[in-house]
């Protein structure tokens, strides 16, 4: 089931899931019921019992608390684009960065924000003559690349977005040790960028 599902769908459910305003589980269940399969709340309110509690065992994937694991791709296609996700750090620009770990850095948002973190790390293609050609970032619009990626398959999109937060840590861990001593040697242009990346990552010099 969970290759049916986008990121958009996966916030929606997560959304639910999450939520405190549920007088009942079995209200809730029928919200994710509704949801996932895009049917009217008051068809399962319609529902005999015994028909709704079959349907719900339809819901029991959800009860995982881990994603299927899969491979960082290194292409999304969706909605016709081609997209390619930079892994590297050297590859992307500080503004990438920053907006990368600006989505990534709240644990709280890191679902709702996915689809924009995604947005920042990846790059549109364009197929030419000699191959396929990487855009520079900002060659389509954040906001459209944002939006493609939410009908990305949340199985895609939870890979990428974990071997990036996973490098991202790694990098950042030994950043500020680096800078201290290498600073003074630093182009001032580079030095700004990168005290600028610290500081939207919460790690301020």
Request: proline share 6%.
């Amino acid at each position: 089931m969970w290759d049916k599902i986008t990121v958009r769908k996966y916030q929606e459910l997560y959304g639910i899931i999450s939520a405190d305003d549920f007088e009942h589980e079995i209200d809730r269940s029928i919200h994710l019921l509704s949801c996932l399969f895009d049917k009217p709340v008051e068809h399962y309110e319609s529902m005999p019992m015994p028909e709704l509690k079959q349907e719900t065992k339809r819901l029991a994937f959800l009860d995982t608390k881990d994603l299927p694991v899969s491979a960082a791709p290194r292409y999304f296609t969706v909605n016709g684009r081609r997209y390619q996700p930079l892994y590297d750090f050297r590859n992307l620009v500080a503004g990438q960065f920053i907006d990368a770990i600006t989505c990534a850095k709240e644990p709280g948002e890191f679902i709702s924000n996915l689809h924009r973190m995604l947005a920042a790390i990846s790059r549109p293609t364009k197929r030419t003559w000699r191959g396929r050609k990487v855009l520079p970032y900002g060659a389509t619009p954040f906001d459209q690349v944002a939006e493609d990626m939410l009908d990305l398959p949340i199985v895609q999109a939870n890979a990428a977005a974990v071997f990036f937060c996973k490098l991202w840590s790694s990098f950042l861990t030994g950043m500020p040790a680096y800078l201290e001593q290498k600073g003074e040697m630093m182009p001032k242009e580079s030095l700004d960028m990168w005290t600028q990346v610290m500081e939207a990552a919460g790690d301020g010099l």
